[in-house]
């Protein structure tokens, strides 16, 4: 039993150390860095459906994966919302004017000098008001919002940053299930070969039904690991469909890749060198910076609040009441212009000022706290990567003496079962043995591709396949 599921917990393992080499890798921003800016109404439109590739590269599926990937659609909105808040904020600089007319009727029980006993009157005005000076609160106001929509962009890249990891890691997923489902066949195809020839040497009384039956009976277990194979195969094609938003009718092949030696044994920049190119474009460090000038700002217009406020106010007004002369004359000679400049100088506001720019230091502490976590996780995770891929390339490095062996042997028991010089037993244990080293050394490719390009990554801000 212990080699009868070999595949899939080899391949159990594979999804997890993938899985490890990338999971903290959700905040890292690509080549796209500007893909946010300049955002657009019609870039939520999505055209109609062009003509698939016969083959998926690596590319095709991410801008695929971009164009229609919903949290990125979500993203845009939130950046032309925040484009508003831009322009919002922008129009505070500028002065209200607002027009407003009253229409009045009194009723008198004795008349009046006109004799009658009903008045009516009318005022019309245009006013204007203008906010000359208020302690630069529109100014940091306005700084925020741009910094708020630059989060949002920083956000928008890296939700890209996530699909490249996710594409990447679906594409080695299927490379590695192809590879397996290759081992698998040949694996199968020795062992009916063997059984096939057993089944003769029984038939000639050479042999005995017993060691035909170990050998069919492992044969039947090939046959089922090919199966899971090819499973596994089409559940890795599944997750890419579900990255890509592709529908149940649509089947996707990948371009095939043949990674030399040198993908798993190429030199990599300097474990400091890494985490210091890191944190220079991280988007969840540069959000940090973001946070802490907005929090800056958040204390400045807390302190403007204390400051005096001068506003500008002016209007042009008239009116018309019945009982004296006509309208158009009362409309012209009862024109009237006012203009009005308010200071108003706040003395006392509950201490609400003091509280708060005691919460906005307390923000900007808490940002450089988040900071220093960001630090550290960054630190672990890059010395966590270079221990894998050392570890990865020396199990790479001593499996390729491991399989030349295993192959040797097995070649060399294939030849003595020929002559009737071991028994199935040794036959089968040759061949497991030889089965699980190749899928160790497969696994050892792999896990050592993906830990050098997500090194590469954090190095470069680019995932490179050949």
């Not at 200071?343 to 923000?363: C, E, G, Q, S, W």
Request: hydrophobic share 35%; proline share 2%; with cysteine.
């Amino acid at each position: 039993m212990r080699d009868m599921n070999r595949i899939n917990i080899l391949r159990t393992r594979f999804f997890a150390s993938l899985a490890l080499g990338v999971a903290t890798l959700f905040s890292l921003r690509g080549e796209e860095q500007d893909s946010f800016r300049n955002v657009t109404y019609s870039d939520l439109t999505i055209g109609a459906e062009c003509q698939f590739p016969t083959e998926w590269s690596y590319s095709d599926c991410l801008e695929r994966a971009v164009k229609y990937n919903t949290d990125i659609r979500q993203t845009l909105l939130s950046i032309l919302e925040s484009d508003v808040d831009v322009e919002q904020a922008k129009d505070a600089w500028l002065p209200t004017v607002a027009f407003s007319s009253g229409q009045g009727y009194t009723n008198y029980p004795v008349g009046v000098s006109s004799g009658s006993h009903n008045l009516y009157n009318s005022s019309y005005g245009v006013n204007a008001a203008w906010t000359v000076w208020e302690g630069n609160t529109r100014k940091y106001r306005l700084e925020t919002t741009r910094l708020v929509k630059r989060q949002q962009e920083l956000a928008g890249e890296g939700i890209i940053t996530e699909l490249k990891i996710a594409i990447l890691q679906a594409y080695l997923n299927i490379l590695y299930s192809r590879e397996a489902i290759v081992i698998a066949r040949q694996t199968l195809e020795t062992s009916s070969t063997q059984t096939e020839r057993m089944r003769k040497l029984v038939d000639a009384g050479r042999q005995s039904r017993v060691d035909l039956a170990q050998l069919e009976s492992q044969t039947a277990q090939y046959r089922y690991n090919l199966t899971q194979a090819e499973s596994s195969l089409a559940a890795n094609k599944m997750n890419l469909k579900k990255i890509l938003v592709l529908g149940l009718e649509t089947d996707i092949e990948i371009k095939g890749i043949d990674f030399p030696e040198s993908e798993v044994t190429a030199p990599l920049p300097e474990m400091k060198q890494t985490y210091m190119q890191a944190l220079a474009w991280l988007p969840s460090f540069r959000s940090n910076t973001l946070s802490g000038e907005i929090y800056d700002y958040d204390i400045k217009i807390a302190e403007a609040t204390s400051t005096p406020e001068i506003t500008l106010q002016g209007g042009v007004g008239t009116g018309y009441t019945t009982g004296g002369r006509d309208w158009g004359y009362q409309m012209g000679h009862r024109l009237n212009e006012n203009l009005n400049l308010s200071l108003n100088i706040p003395i006392y506001d509950a201490n609400k000022r003091k509280r708060t720019v005691a919460k906005a230091n307390l923000a900007r502490m808490e940002a450089d706290i988040d900071r220093e976590r960001l630090e550290n996780d960054l630190s672990q995770t890059i010395e966590s990567l270079y221990i894998d891929l050392s570890n990865n390339r020396s199990k790479y490095e001593s499996g390729k003496a491991q399989l030349t062996s295993m192959e040797e042997t097995a070649r060399l028991v294939d030849r003595q079962f020929e002559l009737g010089l071991v028994n199935p037993l040794e036959l089968l244990t040759a061949h497991n043995n030889l089965l699980n080293a190749r899928l160790e050394q497969l696994q050892n490719k792999y896990m050592a591709i993906l830990t050098a390009k997500t090194i590469g990554y954090y190095a470069t801000q680019q995932v490179s396949l050949p």
